[in-house]
C-alpha cells in the first residue's frame, strides 16, 4: 500500500474510532481530536480541567477502542517509584527476580499526577523519553506503542507538586477540558442516568497503530511551513531578535527546541486526519496552543494585567 492509500486508510479508521468514541463521550471534539493526534504522533499528553469532565473516562473509552494493553495509576503523595515501575523480589530459589509495575502497559492513565512527590513524577521521567525504565542496574524496554495520559486539576492546589518544568515539556500537549455545553450537558445527563448499556468495538491494533506513526513520519513538510513553525518558538523567547513585544513584556521563558519538533509532527498528524497529504501553516496553527501552553512561562506583569497563556500565543501566531 502506497503512502497516499495508507493516509486514506488512516482518515477512514479515524472517522470510525471518533464514533466509536463518542458513544460514550458526549462532545469534547477538540479534546478528543487532540488525544488522537498525541497517539498518532507516538506522543504523551496532559489533559487539565475540573473535576468530573470525564477525562478519566475518555482515556478509559479510548484504550478500548484501541485494543491496547491499559493502566490507570492513580497518583498519590504516598506513592513510591517502585509503585510505578516494579520492583525487585527474593523469590523462593534465593535469586532476585524483577516484578513488573503496571507501566508495562500500552496506554498509562497517570491520574491526578501532580498530587505525588517529584521523586515518584520522575519515575516516569525515563519512560516518557526512553520508552525504557531501569530497576536495579538492568534497562527493561516498554511495550509499543506506550502513551501516558496525565490528568491535572487545576483548582484544587493543597496537597499537590507542580510537575517540573522537565516533566512538563515531555508532554507533547497540554489539553484544556472545558465544561460542556448546555445542550451537551441535557445529552450527558440524558444517556448517564438510564439504563443503556454501551459495547465499543476494537477499531485498531498495535500493528496499525504503529504503521500509522511510522507513517506520519515519513509525510514530507514544505520548507516554508518548517520556518513558520520554528520562527513561531524563536518569537516566545525574550532574548530573541525576533521577539515581539508582548513577548517582552510578558514572558519569562519561552519554549525549547522540542516544541518546533511537536509542531511539525502534530502538523503532519493533523493534516493526515484530514485528508491532506502534507500540511500548511493551518496546520502548525490548529496544534500550536496545546501544544506551547505549558512550554511557555509568564511573568507577574501578564497576571496582573490578565493576559492568558493562550491570549499571548494567540497574538504571536
Known sequence: MTDKELIDQLVSDYQALK?????????????????????????????????????????????????LSFNRIQFTPDLMPSDIVGSEILDETKQFKFIKGPIFSNLILADEINRTPPKTQAALLEAMQER????????????????VLAT???????????????QLDRFMFNIWVDYPSYQEELEIVKSSTG??????????????????????????????????????????RHNNPLAPEITKNFITWGAGPRASQNLIIGAKCHAALNGKYSPDIE??????KAILRHRLVRNYRAEAEGYSMDRIIESLL
Open 132 to 147: 525504557s525504565v531501569t530497576a536495579a542496574g538492568n534497562t527493561y524496554t516498554l511495550p509499543a506503542p506506550f502513551f
Open 283 to 288: 496546520d502548525v496553527k490548529a496544534v500550536a
Open 152 to 166: 491535572q486539576n487545576p483548582i484544587e492546589q493543597e496537597g499537590t507538586y507542580p510537575l517540573p518544568e522537565a
Open 19 to 67: 464514533k466509536e468514541i463518542h458513544q460514550v463521550i458526549i462532545g469534547q471534539d477538540e479534546v478528543v481530536d487532540q488525544v488522537l493526534i498525541a497517539i498518532f504522533s507516538r506522543a504523551h499528553c496532559l489533559l487539565v480541567g475540573v473535576p468530573g469532565l470525564a477525562k478519566t473516562l475518555l482515556v478509559n473509552t479510548i484504550a478500548q477502542t484501541l485494543g
Open 195 to 236: 439504563d443503556r448499556k454501551v459495547s465499543l468495538k476494537n477499531v485498531l491494533t498495535e500493528t496499525q497503530i504503529l504503521a500509522y506513526q511510522d507513517l506520519i513520519r515519513r509525510i514530507p513538510v514544505a520548507e516554508n511551513v518548517l520556518e513558520y513553525a520554528v520562527t513561531l518558538v524563536a518569537k516566545t
